[in-house]
C-alpha cells in the first residue's frame, strides 16, 4: 500500500450521455475502474547521463539501457501501483484516460520526469497495454531486463513476486515540451 504527502487513488465511474446535448448526465455509482499512484524508490540518471532505447526480443518488449550504471541511484519517483478496469468495461479507453491522468498529475502538479509501473512478468496485457503507451522495460548494460520484487496481497495475505520495472519520460500538457531539469521541483 503507498502512503505520502504524493499519493492519489483516481476512480471512474460510469454516467450517461445525453444524446440531445453531448453532455454526461449522473449514471449509477457503480466504480468501472481505479488507479493508484504513489512514489515509490526506483532508479534515476544523472542529468547529465544519457539513455538508450531499444527494441527488446518481442514487437511489444521495449528496454531502455543506462550508458553508466554507477551514474544510476535510487530515489522517490511517481509509481502507478495498482490499475484495474470491470471487465464488462475492459476496452472502452477507462485504463488509458486513469493512466493519462496520473501521467498528468505526475508532471503537472509533482513536477516529475518520469513515471514508472511495476508489471508482473506474465501479465502480458499489461506488457502490452503499457508498452503501447510509451513505457519501456529498464535493462542493465549486461542486457538483462531490470525486475525488483514488489509486494502484494493476494486474498490478504502479502507475499514478494518479481516485477519488471516500466518507464516513461513524461511531457507538460500545456505546451507539450519534455520536461527540463529547471522545471523539477
Not at 524508490?41 to 531502455?64: A, K, M, R, W, Y
Not at 554507477?70 to 472502452?92: A, E, F, M, S
Not at 516485477?163 to 511531457?171: A, E, G, V
Amino acid at each position: 500500500r503507498m502512503r505520502g504527502k504524493k499519493y492519489c487513488l483516481l476512480v471512474a465511474k460510469e454516467c450517461i450521455q445525453d444524446d440531445d446535448t453531448g453532455s454526461y448526465l449522473r449514471g449509477t455509482e457503480d466504480v468501472v475502474g481505479m488507479v493508484e499512484m504513489g512514489m515509490s524508490l526506483c532508479p534515476t540518471v544523472s542529468l547529465d547521463d544519457q539513455i538508450d532505447s531499444c527494441s527488446g526480443d518481442d514487437e511489444n518488449d521495449n528496454v531502455v539501457i543506462a550508458k553508466n550504471n554507477h551514474d544510476i541511484g535510487l530515489r522517490p519517483q511517481p509509481t502507478v501501483g495498482v490499475l484495474c478496469v470491470n471487465p464488462t468495461h475492459q476496452k472502452k479507453g477507462i485504463g488509458r484516460a486513469l493512466v493519462d491522468k496520473c501521467e498528468e498529475v505526475a508532471a503537472e502538479v509533482w513536477g516529475e520526469r518520469f513515471i514508472f509501473v511495476d508489471v508482473e512478468p506474465n501479465n502480458r496485457n499489461a506488457l502490452t497495454f503499457f508498452g503501447t503507451r510509451g513505457y519501456d522495460g529498464l535493462v542493465a548494460e549486461s542486457g538483462e531486463r531490470q525486475v525488483r520484487n514488489a509486494t502484494v496481497l493476494r486474498r490478504r495475505a502479502a507475499e514478494s513476486r518479481p516485477h519488471y520495472l516500466l518507464s516513461k519520460r513524461l511531457t507538460r500538457n500545456r505546451s507539450d515540451e519534455e520536461i527540463g531539469p529547471e522545471d523539477v521541483l
